[in-house]
């Protein structure tokens, strides 16, 4: 024991010089380690979200919910099936344990929605993901005016702020909440209909077949080629009213003479089927408060699972030209 001390003092500065090496190279392996608010973390739990319109709890707990719980458990490694249903929406948790290969999971979960959905309803939209900080948003925009509408608040962030967001590097999602969609009804009068040997559902398949976009085509012109487009849908209501209603035996008579065509808006509240959107108000995304007499849509933008931070996603959208300084009015 003597001894070793004996070569201890000797060796002191050798073991001094050691001791620094190692505290600088830890020191450089701490500043070079990844920091973020929300670190990339799975967690054993992937969340399963079916949507099926308006339909009532009770419906959708027999239609929906039962039939995806039976070919769930089929899975391997979950431990734990948890449903909560409501009017037209389902959310299904499985907890797994925390060694599964969640990936591995994701792709068993994915097919056994597969094989059940014939036995869903027409209609039902399923949507499975796995649950991690990358879900939730990390920064939202509130759009806000005193002289635009809802409705042009909402067109304004689907057709302009939506499509520059989501070419930005490191944002994988961007979701359009609140605001209102502009819908045209039309009241149709029975009697007009009955005079002309119509019914609801031939006006409506012909409004239905007016209402697509149709392409026809490649056109060679100036060394380019073009893509030619045939665009029927009514602009406005006066366009609406024009439209032909195919009459059997007879001219086609125009929309105008079989109703009255009446402009609303629809209020288009937070999707029900999104996880990340449900725990928005807890995970950064900054809520404006709204001035008295001001209509607010929110623009709330999701990072892709590369981006190792939110100062990752805000660097590009601050210096991007377009999106800086931009206003609705």
Known sequence: MI??????REQRRGIALLIV????LGGLAAWQLPAAILPEITFPRVKVIAGGGERPGDDMMRAVTRPIEEVLRRVPGVLEIRSTTSRGSTEINLDCTWASNMDLTLQRVQGQIEAVRTRLPAGTQVDVRLMNTALFPVLGYS???DRRSLA????LALTRLQPELSRLPGVSEVVVQGGRRLEARVTLDPALLQARGLDPAAVADALRGVSELQSVGLIDANRELYLGLVDARPVDLATLGALPIPVTGAAPVPLATLGVSRVRALSSARPRGSAHQRASAAFGEHNHPRRRGA???????????????RRDVLRPI???PRLRGQ???
């Not at 001894?3 to 201890?8: D, E, K, N, R, S």
């Not at 090496?21 to 600088?24: N, R, T, V």
């Open 327 to 329: 206003r609705a009015g």
């Open 318 to 320: 601050e210096s991007h």
């Open 143 to 145: 759009l806000t005016s």
């Open 152 to 155: 042009q608040l909402r067109d």
């Open 295 to 309: 209509e607010l849509v929110t623009v709330a933008s999701r990072r892709d699972s590369g981006r190792r931070s």
């Open 3 to 8: 001894a070793l001390f004996q070569w201890l």
């Open 21 to 24: 090496a190692l505290c600088g």
